[in-house]
């Protein structure tokens, strides 16, 4: 029961460097999102996708890139790190975008930049 | 502006005691609610929800109630055990919409 898959678990990165991270569900959702976490605040959302080859905005978009080439992943890319960009990255993914809707979480991303 | 909020950043309950989570929103367009719990180095994981046309709904052990003149909802954890013990996330949406998230209440469980 592997549910949604985040890769790498931990990574470093140094100012300016750039890198991707992957989010893998198996449950075929449709909907898939990407989230921060910051000590003090709640999960904010950053891109989300409705479905294969769609993506959208979400709370704090900026400095960060999405992709939906399948419909079981999403990327999440960072062209140029920041330190701002320091946090614990949180894949989810769903299965329709209405009412009852629950987020099936991955166990997160926890990225430095120095 | 947080529109989802957890203003207790921490509680302790001893084993068999209820715990009580208080969570409050300020967007009265939110008409749907839910509880995640979340371990150290793990996701969120999903534990109750509700809908604002209901102020009360249970699940064994956890109940959250919904009183939505006030803006707020609880989640009750009756007997509490160590087990329990994590982060809780209150999270609301306004059907369709983008899901909000508080900051989280950590719940330690004593035994």
């Known amino acids: 029961n592997a549910g949604v898959t985040q890769t790498p678990k931990f990574r470093v990165l140094k100012t300016g460097q750039s890198m991707t991270l992957l989010c893998a569900q198996d449950?075929?959702?449709?909907?898939m999102y990407w989230y921060r976490q910051d000590p003090g605040m709640g999960l904010r959302l950053i891109h989300y996708?409705?479905?294969?080859?769609?993506?959208a905005k979400g709370e704090v978009p900026d400095g960060y890139n999405v992709s939906r080439l399948k419909k079981q992943n999403f990327l999440l890319g960072l062209e140029s790190a920041a330190p701002s960009q320091t946090s614990v990255y949180f894949c989810?993914?769903?299965?329709?975008?209405?009412?009852?809707?629950?987020?099936?979480f991955g166990s997160g991303t926890q990225l430095s930049v120095l | 502006d947080q529109q989802v909020k957890q203003n207790s950043p921490s509680l302790s309950v001893q084993e068999g005691r209820i715990s009580i989570l208080n969570c409050d929103y300020t967007?009265?367009?939110?008409?749907?609610f839910l509880w995640y719990k979340k371990y150290p180095a793990e996701g969120p994981t999903f534990l109750i929800s509700?809908?604002?046309?209901?102020d009360k709904n249970e699940d064994g052990r956890f109940t959250v109630f919904l009183n939505k003149s006030a803006k707020h909802l609880s989640l009750h954890i009756v007997p509490s055990q160590p087990g329990d013990s994590a982060v809780y996330f209150c999270?609301?949406?306004?059907?369709?919409?983008?899901?909000?998230f508080g900051t989280g209440t950590s719940l330690t469980v004593i035994p």
């Open positions: 989810a993914s769903s299965d329709r975008g209405g009412w009852d809707e629950k987020l099936f």
């Open positions: 449950m075929n959702h449709e909907y």
């Open positions: 996708s409705v479905g294969e080859g769609t993506t």
């Open positions: 967007n009265s367009m939110f008409d749907y």
């Open positions: 509700i809908s604002s046309i209901k």
């Open positions: 999270a609301a949406q306004n059907t369709g919409n983008q899901f909000y």
